[in-house]
């Protein structure tokens, strides 16, 4: 700055100081213009460090705090949608919905090419600011081939706008000490983001017209790739924002709808933290080390669930996380007035029909008697339900106890014998509290079940009781009198018995993808979903799976099975089937339609071989007969369920497969790639995980 002002003072031996001020700024060589900050934030990607530059909507939102409110020491900036705070003094980025390491912000103008994979990296804030005063003035000067020296010892040259370049140090020692020299390949050095070709998102839409809960399945990993739910959730998200950009740009443009929010929920990690992995560790076998531990770390998670002691550990977590997100969100957005859904992966999907299955509507508590009122209460999980139990049940010097302990009523329903037990309450109260709960449960139900409708009532009235947590309606008679009345099989039916968390919240949608639901539930020993049936809380249900996955079933066939029909095949995004399904089908409707015709014209020739002659027209009156019949068979033909692609000819005849959806369709086929048709075999892992 000091050359700078120096130049303005003296005036020129030619000219005076204006007439040089003049020239300055007419020359465009001399023009100085100052650079614009964009910010970045670091991330540990293959155990690589990556520089990557927030949206232009968030840069611009944190560059703006940081010229107007810098001295705040606490100031907190919501970036990326708000699952990320940036506290900007400190400059570190912290995510606010999961567990993350915490990323290090910096507010960036100069780069340099990496020495690896060629992605360009910042200079440190206070460098970059030395860099460009010593630009400033060359720029200004015109007086080039600047040289500095950065605080690692890396020689930095400014040979002119275009060419300037960065050497690391290459130390040559001797007597007299280690000094830096510029051999080695050079890298280049480039001013300003827009000259580094990174590529910045323009940001998402403020206002959130819906939010969706992703539940993983077994393993850490959710793909292919051996990524985590957060990363698969990240571009669950990115995907959806894209489709609004090329499918509702208009109505974007126009403010006329927001976005869908994603939020990943991990019980994974909380259920492996409880020292199972330790246990596990001390009996595996040394043979096949890796093998066996991607096992333990996976495939186990399905037989934990079939455990009550871990299935009441998934469980409590999965809803416990849900309902944590949910209150933080609404913290975090107070002004969302949307809807919530949820989406589950392979056994997350099951975990989520157990969960859904067992919760409680609370309207129906609204025009109950006392007892109902109680319950009501009991749910809530306020402190003062649970003296009311106890007083009722004559145990009030037991209260300074759950008091200690902090117990409310939601807490109480999911206390154990052995909690009550390490509590300290005796066997005969602990008894009794615990025959409270149950009886509670079982209550529930009944009001339930006095909720079916007249058309099944037969069938509720022969089913047997139901345990608790289970579902009423969830089953169907076999074709026996006898066999229907132990047959009617209820969701509690094989299942491990657990005490299911009630959500603070009613979800829209239940999405299932890549789902074992309709085994699982064969292998508990339902053999029909009654039509009636629909899940308490949750009156959608889309049960979605890649037609080469071998991990998912269908769900319709258990509501309708003396029916055979295909389901529903998804649109693509482009708004029509894949080139090599329209070729398969047009090929097999040729193929129908040459059978059909060959054997009508060899039905002809046989009759009128075997047939005495007839006349002219009672012989024409034949040939019509059988091209009407002929092309009514055609006709049959082409509306054949065979053929999903007529996702848009449902209401000629409308297909009803009950309540589960409302009366809509359910099972949902993805449309496979074209490679993925060769080999069904050789794309089965990657059908399974193919949904993000």
């Not at 919530?340 to 309207?363: E, P, R, W």
């Not at 071998?550 to 309708?560: D, L």
């Not at 002219?616 to 054949?640: F, G, M, P």
């Amino acid at each position: 700055m000091s050359a700078v002002e120096q130049q303005q003072a003296e005036p020129s031996p030619s000219s005076n100081s204006s007439s040089s001020f003049e020239v300055v700024e007419a020359d465009p060589a001399n023009k100085y213009e100052a650079v614009v900050p964009h910010w970045f934030y670091c991330k540990v990607i293959d155990s690589r460090e990556r520089w990557i530059p927030f949206s232009r909507q968030d840069s611009e939102k944190l560059e703006e705090a940081h010229n107007t409110r810098k001295d705040n020491e606490q100031l907190v900036i919501p970036t990326e949608g708000g699952r990320y705070d940036v506290h900007l003094k400190k400059r570190l980025r912290c995510a606010m919905y999961w567990e993350e390491e915490v990323s290090e912000v910096r507010r960036c103008t100069w780069f340099y090419k990496g020495d690896k994979d060629n992605k360009y990296i910042p200079y440190s804030e206070s460098f970059s600011e030395e860099l460009e005063e010593t630009y400033m003035i060359a720029i200004t000067l015109d007086e080039w081939k600047k040289k500095l020296e950065s605080p690692t010892r890396e020689i930095i040259i400014l040979h002119n706008p275009k060419l300037m370049v960065h050497y690391h140090p290459v130390t040559a020692s001797d007597d007299w000490g280690s000094t830096p020299t510029e051999q080695g390949r050079p890298r280049t050095v480039k001013r300003g983001v827009e000259n580094i070709s990174a590529d910045i998102p323009c940001g998402e839409p403020l206002q959130i017209d819906h939010l969706v809960f992703v539940v993983h399945g077994i393993g850490p990993a959710c793909d292919i790739r051996f990524r985590s739910i957060v990363q698969c959730v990240n571009d669950f998200r990115n995907v959806s924002l894209s489709m609004l950009q090329t499918h509702f740009k208009k109505a974007q443009e126009q403010q006329q709808i927001g976005r869908v929010e994603f939020l990943p929920v991990n019980w994974h990690s909380p259920l492996h933290s409880t020292g199972v992995d330790v246990d596990l560790e001390r009996i595996t076998l040394p043979s096949i080390n890796r093998l066996r531990h991607f096992i333990n770390d996976t495939i186990l998670d399905v037989f934990f669930y079939n455990s009550s002691t871990y299935c009441q550990t998934i469980v409590d977590t999965v809803a416990s996380e849900m309902n944590r997100l949910y209150r933080l969100f609404l913290q975090r957005n107070p002004d969302f007035k949307g809807g919530v859904s949820i989406a589950g992966h392979s056994l997350g999907s099951l975990i989520l029909f157990d969960l859904l299955t067992n919760q409680k509507d609370s309207s129906e508590d609204e025009d109950g008697n006392k007892e109902g009122s109680q319950m009501g209460a009991y749910e809530q999980g306020d402190i003062g339900g649970v003296k009311e139990i106890l007083k009722k049940l004559e145990l009030s010097e037991y209260y300074s106890v759950f008091e200690k302990e902090r117990m409310d009523t939601q807490a109480l329903a999911l206390c154990t014998e052995k909690d009550l037990k390490d509590m300290g309450i005796p066997l005969g109260p602990r008894t009794k509290i615990l025959h409270y709960v149950r009886t509670k449960d079982e209550t529930q139900d009944a009001q339930q079940r006095a909720h079916v409708p007249a058309g099944n009532d037969d069938e509720s009235e022969d089913a047997p009781k139901p345990e608790s947590g289970s579902s009423p309606q969830l089953g169907a008679r076999s074709s026996s009198t006898n066999e229907g009345k132990r047959q009617y099989l209820d969701v509690g039916l094989g299942q491990v018995s657990a005490n299911y968390p009630q959500l603070i919240y009613k979800p829209d949608i239940f999405f299932a993808f890549g789902s074992p639901i309709g085994m699982f539930l064969t292998v508990r020993g339902v053999k029909r979903i009654d039509p009636n049936y629909s899940l308490p809380t949750c009156k959608g249900f889309f049960n979605i799976f890649h037609p080469f996955d071998p991990v998912a079933y269908r769900i319709e066939p258990m509501i309708i099975p003396d029916l055979e029909f295909e389901p529903m095949l998804l649109p693509h995004h482009k708004g029509r089937k894949r080139m090599h399904l329209e070729l398969k089908e047009g090929l097999t409707r040729m193929g129908m339609d040459l059978k059909n015709n060959l054997l009508g014209s060899l039905r002809i020739a046989w009759q009128s071989f075997t047939r005495s002659p007839l006349l002219a027209v009672e012989a024409a009156a034949t040939e019509n007969e059988a091209a009407i019949s002929l092309e009514k068979q055609t006709v049959h033909s082409d509306v054949k369920p065979e053929e999903p692609a007529a996702t848009g000819k449902e209401d000629t005849p409308p297909l009803n497969v009950g309540m589960l959806n409302g009366g809509h369709r359910i099972d949902y086929v993805l449309q496979e790639k074209p490679i993925e048709s060769f080999n069904e075999y050789l794309f089965a892992l990657q059908g399974h995980l193919c949904y993000w």
